[in-house]
């Protein structure tokens, strides 16, 4: 008895790890959530059952409920894949699922998936590191539920470097003018990536103090810092160029 935690990555199908196409192209049941694209989806086998547990705005499929469905399953001895954004431990709540498979005695395979904290950069030509530029890249989320601690955005902004905020599309503005209020300069810049590595990708840049203004839609990434003014791929599309 075995359920696997598998990261499918940021959406495009190509991103995922050949362990985690291995498992698909096997899996009897896939228990997915709503951010796991079509074109990973299509790469389940005809036969197997696919379940959606996506938690989409009005419409929550309580956390407990999940654990308990995949108890149920990894008990009936078939293959189960879990299989969520990105990579299933950041901020995929992958770590309370795999306990609660420990807890009822099924064992639990972890397969690292790309996580868009970083994929959604690098779409948009963003390197999260930078020599010279930054030397520390700080992943958060920008929602909190109600009893959580808060994110001392204050004193992240002190940190330096780059911060990628997930989940931070409708708290935007309070982000920004926290981070500014810590002493990021209004003219940080700002790059927000929709549905990096699909074809509905949108990319989009500004300073920090116009993030509030700033149309986004969910779900995005955020990048604040220096780098967020780069784009590395299209320097190297313009040398390529010059060359020619
Ligand atoms: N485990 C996932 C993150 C889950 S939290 C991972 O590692 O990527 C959900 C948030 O992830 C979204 O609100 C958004 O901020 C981000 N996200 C996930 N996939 C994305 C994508 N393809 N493009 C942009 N943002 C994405």
Known sequence: MTVALVGAGPGDPDLLTVRAARLLAHADVVVHDALVGDGVLALVPPDAEVVDVGKRPGRPVPQELISTLLVELGRQGKQVVRLKGGDPFVFGRGGEEALALRAAGIEVEVVPGITSSVAAPAAAGIPVTHRGVAAAVTTVTGHRRAGEPDIDWRALARVGGTIVVLMGVAQRAVIAAELMAGGLAADTPVATVHRATTDAQVVDRCSLAGLCDHPVR?????????????????????????AS
Not at 218 to 227: K, L
Not at 230 to 241: E, R, Y
């Open 218 to 242: 969910s779900p995005a990434v955020i990048v604040i810092g220096p780098v967020a003014a780069l784009d590395v791929t299209a320097l190297l599309d313009s040398a390529a160029i010059n």
